[in-house]
T-cell receptor
Framework: RKEVEQDPGPFNVPEGATVAFNCTYS??????FFWYRQDCRKEPKLLMS???SGNEDGRFTAQLNRASQYISLLIRDSKLSDSATYLC???????????FGAGTRLFVKA | DTAVSQTPKYLVTQMGNDKSIKCEQN?????MYWYKQDSKKFLKIMFS???????INETVPNRFSPKSPDKAHLNLHINSLELGDSAVYFC???????????????FGPGTRLTVT
């Protein structure tokens, strides 16, 4: 089993749609969880940290389920500009090692 | 001001050559990383440094040698380049997670290495 696994993509959705991504992790001792966004030929950029209580930032909601070892990202009212690859990341131990999922590609169409 | 910068942005070289990539961060972070992103877009950690000390070496061939002259800089030297080294190399930095819940990383723009 891979350390961090994401939904296979790509996701093709119309503008205004709601889309959800899931990510599972194998290490139950993992402490920190993140979603990054990566545009084509660009560097990953932090989208959100994921907290145990769940957190929301505008149209984006992230949730963590420790019992089932997965994190999720919900995007509401999708915009064309949301088209990108979304990477989940799990930070183990003392914070020096972050394991990234393979990413899920999202295409939002007009 | 660029938070994490890398040079060069593009590097095209022949097999067997030696090359270096430089990284600098002005965020005041004490931890820096090198990642490799291959053609399948999988982002994999190579090295991690905390306060100039090597913390993680993820089974990287010893042709790759990182060096951190101070905590704001992390360079990567690659000897005897091979075709399989072609990838995008990202530098990143973060602050040491005092509470265990921090660890957001900030990435440089990447160095696209092509070995012919």
């Amino acid at each position: 089993r891979k350390e961090v696994e994401q939904d296979p993509g790509p996701f093709n959705v119309p503008e205004g749609a709601t889309v959800a991504f899931n990510c599972t992790y194998s290490n139950s001792a993992s402490q920190s969880f993140f979603w990054y966004r990566q545009d084509c030929r660009k560097e990953p950029k932090l989208l959100m940290s994921v907290y145990s209580s769940g957190n929301e930032d505008g149209r984006f909601t992230a949730q963590l389920n420790r019992a089932s070892q997965y994190i999720s990202l919900l995007i509401r009212d999708s915009k064309l500009s949301d088209s990108a690859t979304y990477l989940c990341a799990v930070n183990d131990g003392g914070g020096f090692k972050t394991i990234f999922g393979a990413g899920t590609r999202l295409f939002v169409k007009a | 001001d660029t938070a994490v910068s890398q040079t060069p942005k593009y590097l095209v070289t022949q097999m067997g050559n030696d090359k270096s990539i430089k990284c600098e961060q002005n965020l005041g972070h004490d931890t820096m990383y090198w990642y490799k992103q291959d053609s399948k877009k999988f982002l994999k950690i190579m090295f991690s440094y905390n306060n100039k000390e090597l913390i993680i070496n993820e089974t990287v061939p010893n042709r790759f040698s990182p060096k951190s002259p101070d905590k704001a800089h992390l360079n990567l030297h690659i000897n005897s380049l091979e075709l399989g080294d072609s990838a995008v190399y990202f530098c990143a930095s973060s602050q040491y997670p005092l509470s265990g819940s921090v660890g957001e990383q900030y990435f440089g723009p990447g160095t696209r290495l092509t070995v012919t």
